[in-house]
Nanobody, 120 residues
Framework: VQLQASGGGPVQAGGSLTLSCAAS???????MGWFRQTPGKEREFVAS????????TYADSVKGRFAISRDNLKMTVYLQMSNLKPEDTAVYYC???????????????WGQGTQVTVSS
């Protein structure tokens, strides 16, 4: 599975962005996650969604502001981000894995990342 993330860009604090992650193959068999990374720091879990779409998990820092969803027919995963804060600035990566996890090590496939920059 190849993944391509898009939708990042500059935004002011309090604004919204929706990231998309388009897959080259079927994602029906994978749990999907979003992670983010800033220079000098480890990749940080943001959100995940089970292949059944029944369960979602969020990092405490984004709960109530971000929403993950998936459209298996379109082979796309989304991350709706609202009330953005400067500390949300990072490169955002989507990932696919057989196991749902908050650990980046548990994901098998990664997109190339899309930059989100939130200005105050």
């Amino acid at each position: 599975v190849q993944l391509q993330a898009s939708g990042g860009g500059p935004v002011q604090a309090g604004g919204s962005l929706t990231l998309s992650c388009a897959a080259s193959g079927a994602i029906n068999y994978y749990n999907m996650g979003w992670f983010r990374q800033t220079p000098g720091k480890e990749r940080e879990f943001v959100a995940s969604i089970w292949l059944s779409r029944r369960f979602t998990t969020y990092a405490d820092s984004v709960k109530g502001r971000f929403a993950i969803s998936r459209d298996n027919l379109k082979m796309t995963v989304y991350l709706q981000m609202s009330n953005l804060k400067p500390e949300d600035t990072a490169v955002y990566y989507c990932a696919a894995g057989r196991l749902s996890s908050e650990s980046a090590a548990m994901y098998d496939y990664w997109g190339q990342g899309t930059q989100v920059t939130v200005s105050s």
